[in-house]
């Protein structure tokens, strides 16, 4: 029974590099790219009311509590990476963060944002969203379930 039991774990072992046991990927970090580590720290300090976690001048974390936002500079980047990214010209991309009340966080943020990208809005498919940009130019959105009629 133990000789089984062994064959048992190494077949569980052997076959977990395999593409069909593998988990999904799963996303934990998303970074921005910036030529302004300091103005984005700080706007996203006052934007979702914490504290970033910082690694010198280069690099800054925000902790989310389902994935953490990065900040990087562009200067590093190019030293690490050269020609992989280009700060301040994302047009593709949202980031997404799920809040509690989507008005209340519209009227806090009205001295912080200079640009709304529109004002709070029921989606058609079930959540109600804010959507602004970020000193770089991301689009970003704050959003949470629609309340039933």
């Known amino acids: 029974m133990k000789l089984l039991t062994l064959f048992a774990g190494l077949a569980a072992v052997a076959g977990a590099g395999s593409a069909q046991s593998q988990p999904a990927p799963i996303l934990r970090n998303t970074c921005l790219i910036t030529a302004g580590v300091g103005r984005l720290v700080n706007f996203y300090e006052s934007v979702l009311g914490i504290k970033a976690q910082r690694t010198g001048d280069d690099y800054a974390e925000f902790h989310t509590g389902g994935a953490v936002l990065a900040i990087f500079s562009a200067q590093a980047q190019e ?71």
């Open 79 to 149: 030293k690490y990476i050269p020609g992989s990214a280009h700060a301040g010209r994302n047009r593709s991309a949202i980031l997404e963060f799920q809040v509690a009340d989507v008005d209340r966080e519209y009227s806090r943020l009205q001295p912080l944002i200079k640009t709304w990208v529109r004002k709070p809005t029921t989606q058609p498919w079930g959540t109600r969203s804010v959507y602004f940009r970020d000193p770089d130019g991301n689009l970003v959105n704050f959003f949470m379930a629609a309340k039933a009629r």
